[in-house]
């Protein structure tokens, strides 16, 4: 396995023990096109050459009477369309996967007028069909199934591989126990869609309310253009920025609760960073009704506490801060480490194996040799 990446995406890789006892795994930098940066939508010939240029770079070390298999973590629509050009056009046996996260929902917002950037963008890739060369990855089973409703033709080449949790860092979990004050923190980025601005209004309620009772934190970092002011209401002693991986969790840990007031408009197609790292650290959560969380909650039973709406957020978070029930909270630590469980790298490994030999009948079985595996980071 081959796995190409920008240099800070590799260095995230170099530091998990687990992976780099992996013999088999190579790291490779190789440089992000500038053009568009963070516009994942835009059709971008100068962006595509680059992509193109990244996968032949990439194909160059594998014997050419290997198979391959292009994984693709993240992808441009003219990634798609390099890669896919590259497994129709060659004499070499090459499939494609492609992950989708929030980038999936570029396929059913702004598409170009231009026809040809058109017939390449996301919403087309997602319902051409290629003889069976290039296949699509979601991260959660409802996602699969929204994507389905949208574009039904697209589940026939779309698979699910549930967002792994890091397992180095679940091994250091340990549950909290339920102290006053109460802590509950917004994890990540704090954007519009993850629901910022219903977090900081409970912030801002509880403070005048249960001041002693309920402490609200960010562990993270603003989105941009948000006014700091607006903080404010918060409980953090320390300006907002960027934070390292240990500096994110060591305040993670501290919390009681993890806050997901998810927005549908955006995490309906999209899985949840802020989820995984609440279940690896085995932090029980206060969600919003989205796909993704309901569900878990079905399938894993209570996680935490699932709301209807920002009301029902309130009340609940109100109803533990006054008369904490310790035994309800290990429950649903409880029902987290099942599902932490689920998601460790060696349960997904061999639920992967199934997932590429039923979509790519014969690659993993190609007469010459097992086939080379090429990840790229976009």
Known sequence: MRVFAEASHLRELESDPVLLKQKNVSLWVIPISSQFLFRPHIVSVRRGLRELWTLLRALRDVPNQEACLIMLLSATP????????????????????????????????????NPVARAIDLHAALTRRRGGRVRFLVLENAIRTALAEQIPTAADITDVLPLPINQGEAERARPARLTVPLRIGLVGQATEAKGITPFLALARGFRETLPDAVNFHLIGHP????????FDVLHDTTPYGRLSRPEFLEQLQRLHYV??????????????GALIDAI???????????????DLFARFGEIGILCDDFDAMRIAIGSVASSPDQARYDLQVANLRRLQASRMPAI???????????????????????????????
């Open 78 to 113: 003219t990634a798609i369309f390099a890669a896919s050009m590259l497994a129709w056009l060659t004499r070499r046996r090459i499939r494609v996967q492609v992950g989708l996260h929030g980038n999936l929902n570029d396929a059913f917002g702004w598409r170009p007028r």
């Open 223 to 230: 989105g941009a253009g948000i006014d700091l002011s607006a």
């Open 259 to 272: 806050c997901l007031p998810l927005q549908p408009v955006y995490y309906g197609l999209s899985a949840s």
């Open 280 to 294: 690896t650290w085995l932090k029980p959560i206060i969600a919003t009704r989205v796909p993704i969380i309901v």
């Open 348 to 378: 997904l490994a061999s639920n992967y194996r199934e997932t590429i030999e039923r979509g790519f009948p014969g690659l993993l079985t190609h007469p010459c040799r097992a086939p080379a595996q090429g990840v790229l980071h976009g």
